[in-house]
C-alpha cells in the first residue's frame, strides 16, 4: 500500500475523487446491450466460409440461423 492510499472498507484508493462526478451521465433510457458471443474456432471458420460463398454479412446468416433455431425449438414445444 502506498502512502496515499488508505484501508477502510472500500477498495477505492484515497487518490480516486468523485467530487466533480455526475450520476446518471451515460445512462440512456432504452439502450440496447449487444452482448458478444464467442463461437468455437471451427464452427465459426465454417460460418464464415458458408456466409462468403452465400455473399452475406457473417452477423445476418448467424442471425438467420439462430432464428430458425428458434422456431423449430417453439414447433417442439
Do not use: C, W
Amino acid at each position: 500500500m502506498n502512502a496515499q492510499t488508505t484501508h477502510d472498507d472500500d477498495d477505492m484508493p484515497a487518490e480516486v475523487d468523485f467530487s466533480g462526478a455526475k450520476r446518471g451521465q451515460f445512462y440512456r433510457a432504452g439502450a440496447q446491450l449487444n452482448l458478444p458471443v464467442y463461437l468455437d474456432q471451427k464452427v465459426q471458420t465454417t460460418l464464415a466460409a458458408l456466409a462468403s460463398a452465400k455473399g452475406v454479412d457473417f452477423s445476418a446468416l448467424i442471425n438467420d440461423l439462430l432464428k430458425k433455431d428458434i422456431e423449430l425449438i417453439e414447433m417442439a414445444r
